[in-house]
């Protein structure tokens, strides 16, 4: 797992860091007893089921089974390789890692390769853009839209060239694969003949950085009216579209100082609005807000106004969608544009009437209210009916029971119908069952069978019990693999003089399953009801009757087998055995 940082580097760096600091940089963490908890950031869930241990330095969810240490958990939550996350965190310990341990080139992960071809492309579409002739067309459609040149190098826009082959050929020049090309989505497979050609030809090209500012996609719009107006890259291993919001790696600290985020759609949306000055904004990329993306936004703030355009078609149905935010908490404001996209308004109005017109913005409560009324007659019976179909769900998805409570008052009070009424529609409203938002059932520590996993946990709390383990029982006396491999881990760190601390442990793993078993097994509660030492000579009993069981069993077969071939001498002994281990 260490890959090429030695072990001395990877504990100077895991012992500069507290764990429950580093995660508190991405979620709130809150207080309980000698731990912290707070809602999983890798699961949808109300209560807080994720916590996190300083004094272990681990984190566990008793919900979705994720866990392990620093490392682990920055590997999950910023699709870290093992040695990004280590050299992330040295970075910020002040720690510097010699070169020699820094991979090379031939060693690079799937994921470093592809942000690498990213940062080629992106350079090479950039270049063409800013100095060559056949770019002038775009230009010229820039400097129409009132971008300048300033904005165009601070985002890196870029221009692809009108042929098939242009990036491909220069992407061979810098001796890249064209496997690595198609992985990162920049070329499209012949479909009459064998080769590629180049996905984006004769388009304004925007890349698309995560929040660590590497590249990861791009967008490209054509020059005029024509159909596809945008081309976005397809998923690939460093870019899922539901995980990502564009701009939010230049707008993340002006949204955290604002306390607030604009919510846009799309490139020249966000690039114009930016470019006036007003720096807390990001985009969407034309499709439905996910959880992943508020959860991201979470991490700069709790407030966010959304921006519609006011011909929008669908606006309802992407008003429910909003419902979303509601459940994660957050404060959600709505406004629309009187004339065109924001684009549009900020050339036609400027950004102080674009502040104004996002001041006034109206809670999300407001917004749709306003809006199904002017679709459905609140005046009539069944328009008041319809309304509050579409109203209810949204109330019930706020987490505060004041709020909710004060709402549906508020929406009793404006259609004028019975309060005691719209509590009964509320509570007939059900939240979606577990199975709606299924995930992978972990395999982790809940498998494992209870004398197994008392005894590992003894193991890990105290040091003492491995050693008379091994003077008691071997690896293979555990029936479960999971649980083998993490006393092979133990009693290899035991060999070596090293501490048997979870947190260590957990670095030394290879198998991806063993990091969550130590962590859920650290992160139980477990009051024994006698001596722990008791515990520990009562399990060992017990495995050594279940071993003994076992080999009963095997030893029947065995001499079922004996008797079938007439082998006396194979025979004598098998029963041999057998009386030895019954008479015990």
């Known amino acids: 797992m260490a890959g090429l940082i030695s072990e001395e580097i990877i504990g100077r760096v895991q012992d500069s860091c507290d764990i429950a600091e580093i995660i508190s940089g991405y979620i709130p963490l809150k207080r309980s007893?000698?731990?912290?908890?707070?809602?999983?950031?890798?699961?949808?869930?109300?209560?807080?089921?994720?916590?996190?241990?300083?004094?272990?330095?681990?984190?566990?969810?008793?919900?979705?089974?994720?866990?392990?240490?620093?490392?682990?958990?920055?590997?999950?939550?910023?699709?870290?390789?093992?040695?990004?996350?280590?050299?992330?965190?040295?970075?910020?310990?002040?720690?510097?890692?010699?070169?020699?341990?820094?991979?090379?080139?031939?060693?690079?992960?799937?994921?470093?390769?592809?942000?690498?071809?990213?940062?080629?492309?992106?350079?090479?579409?950039?270049?063409?853009?800013?100095?060559?002739?056949?770019?002038?067309?775009?230009?010229?459609?820039?400097?129409?839209?009132?971008?300048?040149?300033?904005?165009?190098?601070?985002?890196?826009?870029?221009?692809?060239?009108?042929?098939?082959?242009?990036?491909?050929?220069?992407?061979?020049?810098?001796?890249?694969?064209?496997?690595?090309?198609?992985?990162?989505?920049?070329?499209?497979?012949?479909?009459?003949?064998?080769?590629?050609?180049?996905?984006?030809?004769?388009?304004?090209?925007?890349?698309?950085?995560?929040?660590?500012?590497?590249?990861?996609?791009?967008?490209?719009?054509?020059?005029?009216?024509?159909?596809?107006?945008?081309?976005?890259?397809?998923?690939?291993?460093?870019?899922?579209?539901?995980?990502?919001?564009?701009?939010?790696?230049?707008?993340?600290?002006?949204?955290?100082?604002?306390?607030?985020?604009?919510?846009?759609?799309?490139?020249?949306?966000?690039?114009?609005?930016?470019?006036?000055?007003?720096?807390?904004?990001?985009?969407?990329?034309?499709?439905?807000?996910?959880?992943?993306?508020?959860?991201?936004?979470?991490?700069?703030?709790?407030?966010?106004?959304?921006?519609?355009?006011?011909?929008?078609?669908g606006v309802l149905a992407t008003l429910r969608s909003l419902d979303i935010f509601l459940e994660e908490g957050m404060n959600v404001k709505v406004t629309s544009l009187d004339s065109g996209d924001p684009d549009l308004f900020i050339r036609k109005f400027g950004a102080t009437k674009f502040k104004e017109m996002i001041k006034g913005a109206s809670s999300l409560f407001d917004y749709k209210l306003r809006l199904l009324c002017s679709k459905y007659s609140p005046k009539e019976i069944e328009g008041k009916a319809k309304i509050c179909n579409e109203m209810l769900p949204t109330i019930n998805k706020f987490k505060d029971a004041i709020l909710k409570f004060e709402y549906l008052k508020k929406l009793a009070d404006s259609l004028q119908v019975s309060e005691e009424a719209l509590r009964i529609e509320l509570a007939k409203i059900k939240e979606p069952r577990a199975g709606v938002l299924k995930t992978e059932e972990p395999r982790t520590a809940s498998n494992l069978k209870v004398v197994e996993k008392t005894l590992l946990k003894l193991m890990l709390e105290e040091e003492r019990f491995i050693q008379n383990f091994k003077e008691k029982l071997e690896v293979a006396d555990f029936q479960d693999p999971t649980c083998r491999q993490i006393l092979d881990l133990m009693f290899d760190f035991v060999s070596q003089g090293k501490e048997i601390h979870p947190s260590k442990l957990i670095s030394g793993c290879s198998d991806e399953l063993l990091p969550k078993t130590i962590a859920q097994l650290c992160a139980e509660e477990i009051t024994y009801p006698e001596d722990k030492d008791k515990i520990f000579h009562e399990c060992v009993n017990r495995l050594k009757k279940d071993k003994i069981k076992n080999r009963c069993k095997e030893l029947q077969g065995e001499i079922k087998l004996a008797e079938c071939y007439g082998d006396r001498e194979k025979l004598h002994q098998l029963m041999h055995e057998y009386n030895q281990l019954i008479k015990g």
């Open 33 to 313: 007893g000698r731990n912290f908890k707070t809602l999983c950031p890798f699961h949808h869930e109300k209560t807080p089921s994720f916590m996190v241990n300083p004094d272990k330095q681990i984190f566990h969810c008793f919900g979705c089974g994720a866990g392990g240490n620093v490392f682990n958990f920055l590997m999950r939550h910023e699709r870290m390789e093992f040695p990004e996350a280590v050299e992330y965190l040295a970075k910020k310990a002040g720690i510097v890692i010699p070169q020699k341990e820094i991979h090379d080139k031939q060693t690079l992960s799937l994921f470093q390769q592809l942000y690498k071809i990213n940062e080629l492309a992106l350079n090479f579409y950039h270049e063409f853009l800013l100095n060559d002739k056949g770019a002038q067309d775009a230009r010229d459609y820039l400097q129409k839209r009132k971008v300048d040149t300033d904005t165009i190098k601070k985002f890196k826009l870029g221009f692809a060239p009108d042929k098939w082959d242009s990036l491909i050929n220069y992407l061979r020049q810098k001796n890249s694969s064209l496997n690595l090309l198609d992985k990162a989505g920049l070329i499209v497979a012949k479909e009459k003949s064998t080769g590629y050609y180049d996905r984006f030809r004769n388009r304004i090209i925007f890349p698309v950085w995560d929040v660590k500012e590497r590249c990861i996609a791009f967008g490209a719009r054509v020059l005029d009216d024509s159909l596809p107006k945008y081309i976005n890259s397809p998923e690939t291993p460093v870019y899922v579209k539901g995980n990502n919001l564009y701009g939010l790696n230049f707008s993340k600290e002006a949204i955290r100082e604002s306390d607030f985020a604009i919510i846009v759609e799309g490139y020249m949306d966000f690039i114009t609005v930016y470019q006036a000055g007003i720096e807390n904004i990001i985009a969407t990329s034309g499709t439905a807000l996910t959880v992943e993306q508020i959860r991201l936004l979470k991490r700069y703030t709790h407030n966010v106004v959304l921006l519609f355009d006011a011909d929008q078609a």
